[in-house]
């Protein structure tokens, strides 16, 4: 078994599983597709018929109506057809094997499972099994990876900033928890962002995240001083009420994203978040609302990235 | 602000939110726009290409299969993509509000929303928010609106009954909590019905209905005196049990529509009923079923009321 | 009304309730069809625009995904616009009639109802009721049907085996409940299957089944004894726990399928369930995974007998 399912033997990308172990020619290349998908979403007809008569199935083992969304969108507007199955508990307790779900879908034609499931590993798992003619897209999972909200991430940036060799970049929040911020730390990494800082609380922040290549902030301000780019994450509600927070009014004092706390960052720095807000918990609606923000953009290139995606994937089956 | 967001400077309709204020010329502009879709619906192949490529999200906040459903039909057939999203309580819960959830689904490439939603001037609060390239269609909020079932009304009487001029229409049942009535007073007024009829118990009838330019009847037999044309309502559940109703069956003997009672109307009279029907409360079954009930071809029309609506709104955009 | 009224007066399919009643000839004519899909089904663009334009609705008063999802992906293959309607408690309990729904569907402009439905003969019910343009097709009902089910398992045995008329075939299980065990037995002794045996508990095999045309048995080494195909049933979970059977442990003992039952039959028997799997209940995972097992060319045959049927009916009513 190949250490890094997602390459074949050329290195070409045949899932995508995680961003860890891309390198930063085949993440530009990635974003060079998706800027010829911006276009296509501006025009009159959204449509191209790249993905005609493949058959792509949304695995969703843990709700999203959000991200199950924009992969229905990118699909659509690749004219492929679409299949939405969200497995809860219900289908799982007949019984079945996540393989012989998975099989049986790939025994109706299945050409591309986009995966998100609550456990680690569970993209990762079904890329291992099914047939070598199959492309699998992780969207989450467990703590572990959101590869295509990565690379929204740094499609976003790239078209802000441009030259990732001289950005400092800040994730603030729940790091410990979060599969966005390691997708990012991957994706940023790989390419060449020289100053990467994680801020947050200590008992949100992983043992040993340097290792990753970032430095570690406790205080915001400090965590902030002259960065090109703020990436906010979400505080998950069970943590506002959890052992490791004293409260979310606490957490927004100290680690919520104000104006006040923003003006530490470069005059030009941009304001990410993965979304959903919780507005005055992670960040303020000043910020949110405000004129660095760049949370819609990043939804909008976020359709263009999975088109991309989608469309590499595919086309390396063929 | 402008008083009515629906329209735009022009007075071209932009969204279609209320019937209220609207024109005999617009309301007739759009059931001619109907009427050359039920060829359509009639054809082997049910499909134009007027909406290909344009990206309609069925944004339901209330559970309603069978409304979603003639949206989703009306869009299929004008070729648009569709996205059925149902945000209940759950995915609410998750802390976004509305207008962020609305943006998102607009970055995401959105060129018209579907509104249901339980608070009156939802729909209105979305289309004020959007923007400009964006439509909104209100598919029911509150007891405030339900327009496209307003129009698709009209458009079965003037189908039936050609000139509104010589009308005698009574609506019938719960004028109270209904946005079907009010849409249905209001696109009948427009069009010049010269004796609309409300006939309900005093405790199912708002205060100072009359204003709105009907004449109230208590007692069933003499509302149905003579008229062209009966609207029953559907008796909503919790009514029935409620503290302003004695019983069902006490409200099927003074206001259910029986043979019996329907003998008061025009012998060539019409039977309507915006569904899903409660046999035996609001109406009897020989009545649903016999031939004066026009209540099926109601649903027929939707369909090309709908498709109207949405194209006519999405040529105003371009 | 005709006693079976899924054959017009010329004896053509236009509705398929059950294979009860269907000759060889018919039921060949389906299977030769369906090869025709095979084909579509590998090619690149998995697409024809057979139904292009058609309103298929695929109406479940009972949650399935897997089939559901089959008929989905028929439909979409050929074209046609697919409305998924997830019928449960709640939408009954507005009050409406299953015939009101049907009636409305079919004014929406539904071309093809696909029916599952925990009553046995719902299929018939509404078949009997639409109006002669409209087709069913019986996904499932109560106990007493499964036709499609039944035909992609005889296509299944014709890829496999070739000539019915020298076949034994064992089905295995709780016959008693099982709606596929029905039509499985009615479409093989139609193609003329000589030896046809149950294999089962007492307590899980119907009083009189052998007037059906299979001979019973209750040990599964004799029942298993030189035939061609082992078809299994899945063991629905309330049995394991019911009355009727001691311990799913117990039930796997006698009558799940091992390698060593397994050997009782012809060295080249296949293997074949309807899924979805109990493993080590009533089959062995040696068995599923192992190389006599066409468990998995099932659900992609089912695939093409769907599109057969549903392009065979459409064909029929034009």
Chains 1, 2, 3 share one sequence.
Do not use: W
Not at 274 to 303: C, F, H, K, M, W
């Amino acid at each position: 078994m190949a250490p890094n399912p997602q390459l074949d033997d050329n290195g070409k990308l045949c899932h995508l599983l995680t961003i860890e172990g891309l390198n930063a020619a085949l993440i530009h290349s990635i974003l060079d597709t998706a800027e010829s998908f911006v276009g296509v979403n501006e025009r009159e007809v959204k449509k191209v018929p790249l993905l005609r008569g493949k058959a792509i199935f949304n695995l969703f083992f843990e709700p999203s109506t959000r991200t199950r969304t924009t992969f229905e969108i990118a699909a659509k507007r690749l004219s492929a057809d679409v299949v939405n199955l969200n497995i809860g508990a219900s289908s799982q307790s007949k019984g079945e094997t996540l393989l012989d779900t998975v099989d049986n879908l790939a025994a109706m034609g299945a050409d591309m499972f986009i995966v998100r499931h609550s456990e680690s590993g569970a993209a990762h798992f079904i890329a291992r099994h099914v047939a070598p003619h199959i492309r699998v897209i992780n969207a989450g999972d467990g703590r572990h990876a959101h590869p295509t909200q990565g690379l929204l991430d740094v499609f976003t940036i790239r078209r802000y900033k441009k030259d990732f060799s001289r950005l400092a970049i800040a994730i603030v929040g729940d790091i410990m928890h979060s599969r966005v911020a390691r997708s990012e730390i991957h994706a940023l990494t790989a390419l060449g962002v020289p100053d990467l800082r994680v801020v947050g609380p200590r008992t949100l922040l992983p043992q040993g995240v340097e290792e990753l290549g970032v430095r570690v902030y406790h205080d915001m301000e400090q965590g902030l001083k002259d960065v090109d780019v703020v990436m906010m994450l979400r505080l998950q509600n069970e943590r506002m009420r959890g052992p490791l927070l004293p409260s979310a009014g606490e957490y927004f004092k100290h680690y919520g994203l104000t104006p006040a706390k923003l003006k530490r960052a470069k005059p030009d720095a941009i304001v990410m978040h993965p979304g959903p807000l919780n507005r005055g918990v992670e960040i303020d609606s000043a910020v949110a609302d405000g004129p660095q923000a760049v949370i819609l953009p990043q939804v909008t290139y976020g359709i263009a990235v999975r088109m991309a995606v989608m469309t590499l994937l595919a086309g390396s089956s063929t």
